[in-house]
């Protein structure tokens, strides 16, 4: 099968790189620790066209794939820019699987969404649960009733500043509904926050008998936008990871020691290969994902599960040899490399965490191999 991608969308990834090329956001990265502003990158989203990436024509959207959103997600990543998508663009595609009334105003970016998403029910928990405040175990979903769902979703990405919350609540009878709740109704709270990662905006979202509208979205629609949202985490990192390589690449080129580069030492080239390869190896999982996301639908659980492991894996270990590879410079508050250091151990610990798409993907190879051994049997 060729991945290869085609003009389109090598046009659609050179424009969002020249487009966010126009602002200093690795920059504004380390100014945002210090207590300053980010760029609004809002207007330059809106009229790329990126709010409405995945919504349909007829509602003003773009109309493309998952795959062309991680290509915008990827460029990202590049300059860790401050930018509320992740929770809007895997908003809209709940919303859209819904044909929700609202996608005019979140296609144009006149209206911002947040998905306040659930992990899906697996082999190990067969609940809907969502991240907690504090500890390892999971809490429950919001429960909704009637209209009014009621419940707590923690860490959840764009909540802070998002007009409508596209949410995922469980009724008496386990399943779970998709629920359109206005950010601004009464008994809705976001307490804006953020952790370690400054460019990375999280919200702890309370529901307290919220009325909502709650769309016809069948279990497949809402679960797959738990997948998107992995998957368009997992292509920030694969982003960051090309900047990663090449920053380290230069260095290792231009810095002598005992009268030879740096990457001329058989310790460094291995650390580069490295790299390279857990980058390839993410970017493969990212082409068979936005594949599976438009043309097998069944398969996208477990393409975006390990496109996460892949490329949440594959940041740490390089925005790790950045820091290695510049030496000491490399730790300190002049370089870029604990920026991405930083990106990199949040992304990693979001929406479930890397740790658990890896038991996704290993629940799913396990149950793959029981049915072709009963088959054979």
Same mark, same amino acid.
């Given at each position: 099968?060729?991945?290869?991608?085609?003009?389109?969308?090598?046009?659609? $990834?050179?424009?969002?790189?020249?487009?966010?090329?126009?602002?200093?956001?690795?920059?504004?990265?380390?100014?945002?620790?210090?207590?300053?502003?980010?760029?609004?990158?809002?207007?330059?989203?809106?009229?790329?066209?990126?709010?409405?990436?995945?919504?349909?024509?007829?509602?003003?959207?773009?109309?493309?794939?998952?795959?062309?959103?991680?290509?915008?997600?990827?460029?990202?990543?590049?300059?860790?820019?401050?930018?509320?998508? @992740?929770?809007?663009?895997?908003?809209?595609?709940?919303?859209?699987?819904?044909s929700a009334d609202e996608l005019g105003a979140l296609a144009s970016g006149l209206k911002r969404a947040a998905l306040v998403g659930?992990? *899906?029910?697996?082999?190990?928990?067969?609940?809907?649960?969502?991240?907690?405040?504090?500890?390892?175990?999971?809490? *429950?979903?919001? $429960?909704?009733?009637?209209?009014?769902?009621?419940?707590?979703?923690?860490?959840? *990405?764009?909540?802070?500043?998002?007009?409508?919350?596209?949410?995922?609540?469980?009724?008496?009878?386990?399943?779970?509904?998709?629920?359109?709740?206005?950010?601004?109704?009464?008994?809705?709270?976001?307490?804006?926050?953020?952790?370690?990662?400054?460019?990375?905006?999280?919200?702890?979202?309370?529901?307290?008998?919220?009325?909502?509208?709650?769309?016809?979205?069948?279990?497949?629609?809402?679960?797959?936008?738990?997948?998107?949202?992995?998957?368009?985490?997992?292509?920030?990192?694969?982003?960051?990871?090309?900047?990663?390589?090449?920053?380290?690449?230069?260095?290792?080129?231009?810095?002598?020691?005992?009268?030879?580069?740096?990457?001329?030492?058989?310790?460094?080239?291995?650390?580069?290969?490295?790299? @390279?390869?857990?980058?390839?190896?993410?970017?493969?999982?990212?082409?068979?994902?936005?594949?599976?996301?438009?043309d097998q639908p069944t398969e996208f659980p477990l393409a975006a599960s390990a496109l996460r492991v892949g490329g949440s894996k594959?940041?740490?270990?390089?925005?790790?040899?950045m820091i290695s590879i510049h030496g000491g410079i490399g730790a300190t508050w002049e370089h870029d490399a604990p920026l991405f250091?930083? $990106?990199?151990? @949040?992304?990693? $610990?979001?929406?479930?965490?890397?740790?658990?798409?890896?038991?996704?993907?290993?629940?799913?190879?396990?149950?793959?191999?029981?049915?072709?051994?009963?088959?054979?049997?």
């Amino acid at each position: 099968m060729n991945f290869a991608l085609t003009d389109e969308q090598l046009f659609l $990834r050179e424009a969002a790189r020249g487009a966010l090329g126009r602002f200093k956001s690795v920059q504004a990265a380390r100014e945002l620790l210090e207590g300053g502003e980010a760029p609004d990158l809002w207007p330059t989203a809106c009229e790329a066209g990126w709010p409405g990436l995945l919504v349909a024509d007829e509602h003003g959207g773009a109309g493309l794939g998952a795959l062309e959103a991680m290509l915008v997600f990827s460029e990202l990543g590049r300059v860790l820019a401050a930018v509320p998508l @992740l929770g809007h663009v895997a908003a809209t595609s709940l919303l859209t699987g819904a044909s929700a009334d609202e996608l005019g105003a979140l296609a144009s970016g006149l209206k911002r969404a947040a998905l306040v998403g659930a992990r *899906p029910p697996s082999d190990v928990e067969p609940d809907w649960t969502v991240d907690p405040a504090k500890g390892m175990r999971r809490d *429950p979903a919001p $429960r909704l009733e009637g209209d009014r769902v009621t419940g707590a979703v923690h860490w959840v *990405p764009d909540a802070p500043g998002a007009d409508v919350l596209a949410v995922v609540a469980i009724q008496d009878d386990g399943s779970a509904r998709a629920v359109l709740v206005d950010a601004g109704a009464d008994g809705v709270r976001v307490e804006a926050l953020w952790r370690y990662d400054a460019t990375r905006s999280l919200g702890h979202v309370t529901l307290d008998g919220a009325r909502g509208v709650v769309l016809d979205a069948p279990r497949e629609v809402v679960a797959q936008a738990w997948y998107l949202a992995q998957a368009l985490l997992a292509a920030e990192s694969i982003g960051a990871v090309e900047v990663a390589l090449e920053t380290s690449l230069a260095y290792a080129k231009e810095r002598f020691t005992f009268g030879r580069a740096i990457g001329s030492y058989q310790s460094v080239k291995h650390e580069l290969v490295e790299i @390279l390869r857990r980058l390839e190896n993410a970017r493969s999982l990212m082409y068979y994902a936005g594949w599976a996301y438009d043309d097998q639908p069944t398969e996208f659980p477990l393409a975006a599960s390990a496109l996460r492991v892949g490329g949440s894996k594959a940041l740490e270990h390089a925005s790790r040899a950045m820091i290695s590879i510049h030496g000491g410079i490399g730790a300190t508050w002049e370089h870029d490399a604990p920026l991405f250091f930083r $990106r990199a151990q @949040l992304s990693r $610990r979001l929406m479930g965490g890397a740790a658990d798409a890896a038991e996704r993907v290993a629940a799913e190879l396990l149950a793959q191999a029981r049915t072709s051994a009963a088959d054979a049997a």
